[in-house]
């Protein structure tokens, strides 16, 4: 089922970045490079780019939450199967040792 929902999530991506640079806009957009577009789908280009991307774009928004939601499905089977494990903790004190410093071991030879 990821599998599946990532590659329409991936698809979704690539054609809406197409859609997206083949419109014209203010700047004109990268239709005049590709003056075949316009005449592929006749007088009704504009509001066929238009529908496409908003189809896209609702997909690509359908696919991130549903992506969001298997993740955290996943996420909860994973630690549901998990057992703790005990830590055990020893609680000594910690041993000190009564050994001469250096410092003082030169003072005795001199």
Known sequence: ???????VHVIACILLIVLILI??????????????????F???TNVFLTRMTTVLGITF???????AFLSTQQSK????RAKPQK????????????QP???SETAKTE
């Open 1 to 7: 089922m990821m599998g599946f929902v990532i590659t």
């Open 23 to 40: 419109q014209s806009g203010r700047g004109g957009g990268l239709v005049e490079g590709f003056s075949g577009v316009e005449s592929m």
């Open 42 to 44: 006749g007088p009704k």
């Open 61 to 67: 928004f359908l696919t991130c939450i549903a992506l």
């Open 77 to 80: 089977s994973l630690m549901s």
């Open 87 to 98: 830590i055990e903790t020893q609680s000594q004190a910690p041993q000190t040792t009564s």
């Open 101 to 103: 410093s250096p410092a």
